[in-house]
């Protein structure tokens, strides 16, 4: 029985930490969005797993962020990653629409993600205006959206930092 609910990092960090690399491979490390993940912590309260019979199958990790020279709150999702034997079946769309129900019900104002507009435009994000926030290093400014969700996403601008 497949189940989405909230990481683990007891139970699941091991398996998650080979997902990302199965789908992203050792590359991903040198990716922009990683300079964010790696001074802060994620909040495995507001990220879900996708589990099939014991086994993580799909992910979406969610990260605190600051934006601007106001420190305004959001919350940055991703990586998403789903096993390769499930692509394909929206599970990515399934375990980030339920990371954003977490993120709105524990009351954080808005969602950052860098993805694909045509996959997760169909789940709320609408891409910024290009420039309006600006990332620690280089980022297609074309796969930089936000959404709401406890508060207004439109009102984020500035540098995009750990908290």
């Known amino acids: 029985m497949l189940e989405i609910i909230a990481e683990n990092p007891a139970l ?19 990716k922009t969005a990683e300079r964010l993940r790696e001074y802060s912590v994620s909040l495995p309260e507001v990220s879900r797993v996708a589990v099939l019979d014991g086994k993580v ?7 605190p962020l600051s934006v601007g ?14 096993a390769p034997s499930h692509r394909g079946s929206r599970l990515g769309l399934t375990v980030t629409g339920e990371a954003l129900e977490a993120g709105t019900a524990a ?6 993600l860098i993805g694909a507009p045509s996959y997760f435009g169909e789940i709320g994000f609408t891409v910024t205006p290009k420039n309006q ?29 750990a908290p």
């Open 12 to 30: 699941h960090a091991e398996a998650i930490e080979d997902l990302f690399d199965r789908t992203f491979g050792p590359g991903h490390f040198a």
């Open 57 to 63: 199958i799909g992910v979406c990790r969610v990260w």
């Open 69 to 82: 020279p106001a420190r305004d709150k959001a919350l940055f999702y991703g990586p998403v990653a789903v």
């Open 107 to 112: 009351g954080w104002p808005a969602a950052i």
């Open 133 to 161: 926030l600006i990332f620690p290093g280089p980022q297609d400014q074309a796969r930089v959206m936000v959404r709401n969700l406890a508060g207004d996403a439109s009102r984020l601008a500035g540098l995009v930092t």
